[in-house]
């Protein structure tokens, strides 16, 4: 059998329902400056809930994920980086990617397109 024919997921959002989820999913990363943690719990929730539901929904789960791990490893080089006083540009940098990213991926997904994270590292495909 052909690699190329195996099941690939539909990516795309089509319904109301599904944009307006793909959305909040990205959005949701945007309680992280409200609630400690929320960020990180309210899309994985999200994703998680809705995936089997939907599954042009479970991309976007993916993607944010990925975003979130990477974020997480830029902040702790970030932290050793700090030591040098090098550290600071990339809490700066990370800051500032935490609040557009987001934006951008959530009014893509309110499009129905999918939106790959810039230097996202892919740990869920």
Do not use: R
Not at 8 to 29: A, C, R, W
Not at 58 to 83: E, R, T
């Amino acid at each position: 059998m052909n690699n190329n024919m195996q099941y690939q997921p539909q990516m795309h959002l089509q319904t109301v329902e599904q944009k307006q989820t793909g959305l909040f999913l990205h959005l949701s990363q945007l309680l992280n400056f409200v609630i400690p943690f929320g960020g990180v719990v309210a899309p994985i929730v999200i994703w998680q809930v809705k995936k089997d539901e939907m599954p042009a929904l479970d991309a976007h789960g993916k993607m944010v994920a990925n975003w979130l791990i990477s974020c997480l490893i830029y902040f702790a080089v970030s932290f050793v980086l700090a030591f040098v006083l090098i550290g600071f540009l990339g809490f700066i940098a990370l800051a500032i990617m935490g609040v557009v990213f987001p934006i951008i991926g959530g009014i893509k997904a309110n499009n129905g397109e999918l939106w790959e994270y810039p230097l996202t590292i892919k740990f869920l495909k």
